[in-house]
């Protein structure tokens, strides 16, 4: 690959905006889940993984579980996707939609019987 190719899949790969969403872990031993809103999808359900492999998830009552039972007892899963503002290139911050996006999702696992982990435990 020649250095001009090299500079320009580079500055395409500066301007690609990451895929924004909503995520689940869901632990198939019981009605639990472990929801997130998140504007950089990929990297955050990577940041977690690697988190709960360590065990250093912030979240002690999933972590727990986690290391008791093992990744193969839970599932990982994208719930939803968020669209960037078309009409506003330059918008940046979508915190306030992915929290709407997140609580929506909470009242729908909620109405399943599903029950989120607590922050602390």
Not at 37 to 55: D, E, K, S, V, Y
Request: one cysteine or more; glycine letters at 6%; hydrophobic letters at 30%.
């Amino acid at each position: 690959m020649d250095a001009q190719r090299k500079k320009e899949l580079i500055a395409q790969y500066k301007q690609t905006r990451p895929q924004m969403g909503v995520f689940i872990i869901r632990c198939k031993k019981n009605t639990k889940y472990y929801l997130e809103g998140t504007q950089n999808l990929h990297g955050r359900i990577n940041g977690t993984q690697a988190r709960l492999a360590a065990g250093m998830h912030p979240n002690r009552e999933l972590q727990k579980e986690w290391k008791e039972w093992g990744k193969e007892n839970f599932t990982i899963e994208v719930l939803e996707t968020l669209d960037y503002d078309k009409e506003d290139e330059a918008k940046t911050d979508y915190s306030d939609e992915l929290a709407l996006l997140q609580m929506d999702w909470e009242e729908k696992l909620a109405r399943e019987k599903l029950v989120p982990y607590q922050k602390k435990g």
